[in-house]
């Protein structure tokens, strides 16, 4: 049984190596992930379920990126800015529908 209802994991992994690999840091997943956890707080002060939101190290989709992933659906999308984040917490997170356009 697990701790939470939702997990997501953002990729924050900054390549020092640039040498044609892209990384999810270096379009902006550190502050695209400080702004999902903020929103979160605003959106569900009262906590309706149990969600947790975690950076991570390179999640291995780094030509699709940023990316993130939520269990325990397995959910995988891309994300680009704060439009894009919104609806993955509106639509995903608390009504529970899939982003199809966002989706990897
Ligand atoms: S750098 Fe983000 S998935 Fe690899």
């Keep these: 049984m697990s701790h939470y209802d939702l997990h997501l994991f953002f990729c924050c992994n900054r390549r020092s190596d640039t040498g044609g690999n892209w990384s999810c840091a270096a379009s902006g997943a550190e502050a695209l992930y400080l702004y999902a956890k903020d929103r979160l707080k605003a959106l569900d002060p009262h906590k309706s379920k149990r969600i947790r939101i975690n950076s991570s190290g390179c999640l291995g989709h780094c030509d699709?990126?940023?990316?993130?992933?939520?269990?325990?659906?397995?959910?995988?999308?891309?994300?680009h800015n704060e439009q894009d984040i919104d609806d993955i917490i509106a639509q995903h997170i608390l009504s529970g529908k899939i982003v199809e356009r966002l989706l990897m």
Excluded: Q, T
């Excluded at 699709?64 to 994300?79: F, M």
């Design 64 to 79: 699709d990126g940023p990316s993130l992933v939520i269990y325990p659906e397995g959910v995988w999308y891309r994300y």
